[in-house]
Every structure is written in C-alpha cells, then in structure tokens.
C-alpha cells in the first residue's frame, strides 16, 4: 500500500515556530495556521514518549494530519516536550503516571492567546495517557484522540504481573534459564529488574487464587480521567491496531475497572480494527487507517458542533 497524498493546500508557508511557557520552561512547538476558514478550534498534537522532534513516527505523519487540519480550519500546534528538541528543562524519564499535563496546558494557553476558544488534543502512547489526563483540566476541552493508550503504569510489579499473567510456572522457569538471561545476574542492573518480575510473577501467580480477580492492571491515572470526560460528556476516540499487543490490556479495562463507563458512555468511540500493529505508527497501511478514522470523526464530533 503507497502513502496517498493528503487533500491539502496548506505548506510550510502556513506554518509558524512558536516558543510558548509551561511551568516555568520554554517550549518549542510549530504552528499550523487556517487560511480562508477558521473554526477557532484549536487541535494540539502531543508526541509518543520516544519522540525528540516536532514531526512524530514515521512519514511526518504529525506533520500530514496538523496540515490537513489547518487546511479545514483548525488552528493545529506540535510541540516537544520541556527537556526534548528545542524546549528547556530536563526529562529523567517518561512515567505513565506522571504525564506532562503542564506542557499541553501550555500549549492550550498559547492558542488562546491566539483567539481560539475550543481545543481538542491528540496523542500516541505516553502522548495519548497525557491528553487523557490533561482533559478534564483544559476549559473548553472539545474533544481527545488517544492512539494506542496505555492502560498500566510503570511499575516493575505491574510489568511482571503483566509478563506472567499469560503464562506458565514451566514457561517462565524455562524463559528464565536461557543462558543470556542466566548472564544477566552478574550484572546488578539487570539483577534488580529480575528480581522485580521476578515479584511480580509471584504476586499475579498468588493473585490467581483470589476471588474475583480479573487481571486487570488498569491505573487510577488512566481510568479516573475517563471516567471524568465521560461525565462531561467529551468525545473520545481511542484507536488500536488489530495485532497492537498492548490492546489485551485495554480489552481487560473495557470489562474490568472501566466496563460501566464503556458501557454507558455515548461519547467514546474505540476502533480497535486497524491494519497490524498502530503503535509507534511503524507502517503506511495502519498511518492512513489512523489519518482516515481521525479526520472523519473530527467531522462528525467537533466540525458538527460549530465554533
């Protein structure tokens, strides 16, 4: 499958580097003006944890999705996070439970000042945890488009309970003995994240014979602010690919912690069937599926709405 050319007349011309503040750093984003429309709309564009540039994943697929926006009238901003690219600050690492929610305040604050009135933010991965947390928080928040959201947290127990949940004592003990594993507790680094998993597979293997225990790992941080933009009545649309290997995870949220607000929510849409694996946005067949989704639901929820 070719990558098709977006129907747009927006270029580079339209398009503006920005410095914005957001707690008490300066952050780089560029911004995509509307020419002939302009819907005071404003779409704000948050990268994927592993992103070190305004243009995130493959193809400049940020870049396509801002323009062809811009091109039906949304004021759009990308933007890297405090420590990254341009922007000051330092990063230690990406948390899932410690999303940026003052950069993309930050850039709502910018667009603003800009005259736009309604914004909706759109992530991938640690990009869509993020705007999932930041939009309870961001008056006249219109609408969130979440690729691939983590359900889960960083934590090492979480992670081997995750690891484990699926398998067997035999395959774990045979997984365990391969000899670059075996190589790896002479290395202290690596001895400590053993024995992490090591406790996690302990804990999910013990938690099996708890009644009711269902295996879902779902993190307040993800289902609270659910929960709260379900409330609100904020459209939602959550995208996965059909071989995403983090989508049992978010299956086991729909049924588990979150299965009410699923259940009753007229405003959360998920499309769960895109071509292969949608994280990291590593192939054309799954970018344009996400392009598609993404540009018809902003007509049907936001566009349709007025401004």
Request: glycine content about 12%; some cysteine.
């Amino acid at each position: 499958m070719e990558m098709r050319p977006m129907p747009s007349a927006i270029t580079a011309g339209d398009e503006e580097p920005v410095f914005f503040p957001a707690a008490g750093e300066s952050l780089f984003g560029i911004h995509t003006r509307p020419r002939a429309l302009r819907r005071k709309v404003g779409v704000i564009i948050a990268q994927g944890g592993d992103t070190v540039n305004v243009s995130f994943q493959r193809n400049r697929l940020a870049v396509r999705l801002a323009r062809v926006l811009a091109a039906d009238g949304y004021d759009v901003v990308r933007f890297d996070w405090h420590g990254i690219g341009e922007s000051t600050g330092t990063i230690d690492e990406f948390h899932l439970d410690r999303p940026f929610v003052a950069d993309v305040r930050g850039a709502a604050d910018y667009l603003r000042r800009e005259g736009v009135e309604r914004f909706v933010l759109v992530g991938a991965c640690y990009g869509a945890r993020t705007v999932i947390s930041s939009g309870p928080h961001i008056d006249g928040i219109a609408g969130i488009v979440a690729a691939t959201p983590p359900t889960g947290s960083n934590a090492r127990g979480d992670m081997g309970e995750r690891w484990a949940r699926d398998r067997t004592v035999g395959s774990v003990v045979r997984a365990g003995l391969r000899p670059e594993r075996i190589r790896g507790w002479f290395d202290a680094r690596s001895r400590r994240h053993y024995l992490r998993l090591v406790k996690g597979m302990w804990q999910r293997l013990t938690r099996r014979f708890r009644k009711g225990y269902d295996g879902d790992f779902t993190s307040p941080k993800f289902s609270e602010p659910m929960m709260e933009l379900s409330k609100r009545g904020v459209p939602v649309l959550i995208c996965w690919g059909d071989d995403d290997p983090m989508i049992n995870d978010f299956r086991r949220s729909q049924e588990g912690r979150l299965q009410k607000t699923f259940a009753t929510s007229s405003t959360i849409t998920v499309v769960d069937d895109l071509p292969g694996e949608l994280h990291g946005f590593l192939t054309i067949p799954g970018q344009e599926g996400f392009l598609d989704v993404v540009l018809e639901w902003m007509r049907r929820h936001v566009a349709a709405v007025g401004s």
